[in-house]
């Protein structure tokens, strides 16, 4: 004869109960796995970056003092070109970037497309605000319509002795930039952003790393917007946007000749507060 098991079955209450109380703790817990998990990411792209930036001084030294310059036509330009001799490592350029191609080398020169890290051509990128000269075109004539044929523009890089703030100008930084690198503040640095229009969406939850012209590296808090058609991305203090993107907040730069920009010659720091001159709209967090 079978005799009954003392053990009794769950109630579909009980199992309701327990249920719930698995969606409670993982509600809770999820954020702070994703927080963490975000967290060695900016870990990583820090080492990345300061590495980088160690490349960069060892550059400068062995080069006049001088900066890497940018030219246009091809990769050969870039600092990811630039610098290779020095990291002898290009994966450190594509990490966390959601849509990037990853860096490879072929025939012994870097081959990249959409990666992390970008070079801080300046807050236009060709008005010599921040690690390059104002660009010129090879053959000495107009910038406007310089091509191919006529040797190709180039920004030459900067001189350690042009640089007011080297501690607070930034040098590399993370951006969605493509297919030429670079943090620039207007429309460039957003290119191929997937994150809408929230602060909270760039990178590392609303911070991006950068390397400074000092060698150290650091992150920092940034915020997207719109202003006059444009896109505009800039760290959220405006005093580290100054500093950042200026190598002398005093000098006189000479912004390209585009719509809604002032014409001549202006200073680096007025020219960075185009944005809010302009009715820039900010995102949310």
């Given at each position: 004869?079978r ?9 579909l ?78 994966s ?127 992150a ?16 959220k ?38 944005p ?10």
């Open positions: 004869m005799q009954k098991s003392n053990i009794s079955a769950f109630t209450i009980e199992l309701l109960v327990v249920i719930a109380i698995i969606a409670i703790l993982a509600a809770i817990l999820f954020p702070v796995f994703t927080q963490a998990k975000a967290s060695a990411k900016k870990t990583t792209a820090l080492s990345n970056m300061k590495q980088i930036g160690t490349a960069a001084m060892i550059y400068v030294a062995d080069n006049d003092d001088l900066f890497p310059s940018v030219y246009d036509g091809g990769n050969g330009g870039d600092p990811i070109t630039t610098l290779y001799p020095y990291t002898k490592n290009v450190m350029w594509s990490q966390f970037r959601q849509n990037k191609d990853n860096a490879t080398v072929v025939n012994g020169q870097p081959s990249y497309g959409n990666n992390d890290i970008g070079y801080n051509w300046g807050w236009e990128i060709r008005g010599a605000e921040a690690m390059l000269n104002e660009e010129r075109c090879a053959d000495g004539g107009a910038v406007v319509g310089c091509g191919a044929s006529r040797g190709g523009r180039f920004n030459a890089g900067k001189s350690n002795t042009q640089l007011v703030n080297p501690a607070e100008l930034i040098a590399f930084g993370n951006t969605y930039d493509t297919p030429r690198q670079t943090i620039g503040g207007i429309d460039w640095f957003f290119d191929d952003y997937p994150g809408g229009n929230k602060n909270s969406n760039i990178y590392f939850g609303g911070q991006v790393t950068h390397v400074y012209a000092d060698g150290h590296a650091k920092v808090a940034y915020k997207g917007g719109t202003s006059g058609g444009s896109r505009i991305a800039t760290p203090n405006f005093d580290l946007r100054v500093k950042g993107y200026c190598a002398d907040p005093d000098a006189l730069i000479h912004p390209f000749p585009r719509s809604g920009f002032p014409l001549g010659y202006i200073a680096c720091k007025t020219f960075v507060a185009f809010e001159a302009n009715g820039v709209v900010w995102w949310q967090d």
